[in-house]
């Protein structure tokens, strides 16, 4: 099976993070971590609020888009 584009599999991940491990240092790697599931959780609240707005109450300055 070859794929070109797409989530890496098996041995890619253990080159990915020896890369993130020479980057960052194994000491900053927790930081690093807590960070991103920060930003994920941040993301997700913006995301979930936006779907529950109903159009008329969304801002006026955000042009919809419309086909």
């Known amino acids: 099976m070859?794929?070109?584009l797409g989530m890496p599999?098996?041995?890619?991940w253990l080159v990915?993070?020896?890369?993130v491990v020479l980057?960052?240092?194994?000491?900053?790697l927790p930081a690093l971590v807590k960070q991103?599931?920060?930003?994920k959780k941040i993301?997700?609240?913006?995301?979930?609020?936006h779907k529950k707005t109903p159009d008329?109450?969304?801002p006026a300055d955000i042009p919809e888009h419309r086909n």
């Open 23 to 28: 980057l960052f240092g194994s000491a900053k």
């Open 43 to 49: 993301w997700e609240e913006e995301v979930t609020s």
């Open 2 to 4: 070859l794929t070109l």
């Open 9 to 12: 599999q098996g041995a890619e």
């Open 56 to 58: 008329a109450e969304l």
């Open 16 to 19: 990915i993070l020896a890369i």
């Open 36 to 39: 991103l599931g920060k930003s």
